[in-house]
């Protein structure tokens, strides 16, 4: 069974829609601390391109074999021209990301030393779009829909003004129209605006934060239930998919059992781009199967894998069939 579901990754197209970023790697060697201030000299000795939120999600997709197509903005300069190169070498069509001269090609560039991250330096305008590229955007989705009949849109958000109140109304809007399964990464600016999507995937933090909850209390299966049951109560979504870092992954549909399935044990040597690697994998996995149990078990498994790699980094096919076989 688990080799048949990675052999129907191929058959399944996906559309991607968030705000995509430009990852910078700068790793160098510390010998010492500067004279001018009590800071490290990083000595610069490579640099590295990976792509990163949305597209990291897309790359994560390719990386399983899906046909993958990401629609965005980005800026009319030259790190869009680098984001487009990383797309087009993963066989990601950059067809329907649009350019806008009034805002940069949002980059994160993170010096590492010893395999740690020393700095980030953010490069980004977070402001909503404007109008005509939220009409653009819309109108570019729907011919895809009505042309390439995707079955999964996934929508990925880190609050840096793609994701509007527009464009997420319209594109679920959409999807409902045209047949699509919805999965949504939130962030908490538009936190409650992702209304009876098919998956909502939050983290613990994001949870508690737009629930306003406190971090007393143990955490368990009776308090997971009842953060389901108050999302869903503003949502009508029709699964909650919980990522709990060393905890594991939880799921619950309204009037079903729910689950919690535990973390394998890592050496975790960076959480970078976990996340994206987790709705990738689960969104695919119930795109092709409808199976939450099923695809909740290999995206934790997923999440696991990526977080023994350090920097962003997409999930190896090969290496999660491996475990997965071993596991399930």
Not at 24 to 50: C, F, H, M, N
Not at 143 to 166: A, H, M, R
Not at 291 to 313: F, H, K, P, R, Y
Request: proline share 4%; aromatic share 6%.
């Amino acid at each position: 069974m688990i080799q048949g579901v990675f052999d129907g990754f191929k058959n399944i197209t996906v559309a991607v829609l968030g705000d995509v970023m430009l990852d910078s790697y700068l790793w160098g060697q510390v010998d010492r601390i500067s004279p001018e201030a009590p800071v490290p000299i990083v000595y610069v000795q490579r640099e590295e391109l990976r792509l990163g939120g949305a597209a990291n999600v897309a790359l994560n997709l390719a990386s399983l074999g899906a046909q993958v197509h990401l629609f965005s903005v980005a800026g009319e300069d030259s790190y869009s021209s680098a984001l487009f190169n990383l797309l087009e070498t993963q066989q990601i069509s950059p067809q329907h990301i649009l350019l806008s001269p009034d805002r940069p090609t949002t980059r994160k560039t993170r010096i590492m030393a010893r395999n740690q991250q020393v700095m980030r330096l953010d490069n980004e305008i977070t402001d909503n779009l404007p109008k005509h590229l939220e009409i653009q955007l819309l109108e570019q989705l729907e011919t895809f829909f009505k042309t390439q009949k995707p079955k999964l849109l996934i929508l990925e958000d880190y609050n840096k003004g793609v994701l509007t109140p527009k464009v997420i109304e319209g594109a679920i809007g959409l999807a409902k129209k045209y047949g699509v399964i919805t999965a949504v990464d939130p962030k908490h600016q538009h936190f409650f605006l992702y209304k009876e999507v098919t998956i909502f995937k939050p983290n613990l933090g994001e949870i508690k934060t737009a629930l306003g909850l406190t971090d007393s209390g143990k955490l368990g299966m009776e308090s997971l239930r009842v953060m389901h049951e108050a999302l869903f109560k503003e949502l009508g979504h029709t699964y909650s998919l919980f990522t709990l870092s060393e905890k594991g992954v939880f799921y619950q549909k309204s009037g079903e059992q729910s689950r919690l399935i535990p973390a394998k044990i890592r050496n975790i040597a960076d959480v970078s781009g976990a996340g994206d690697t987790v709705i990738a994998v689960i969104s695919l996995v119930f795109a092709l199967t409808a199976d939450m149990s099923l695809a909740a078990e290999l995206g934790n498994i997923a999440g696991g894998l990526v977080c023994e790699q350090v920097g962003t980094v997409a999930i190896d096919k090969g290496l999660l069939l491996e475990e997965a076989l071993k596991h399930l």
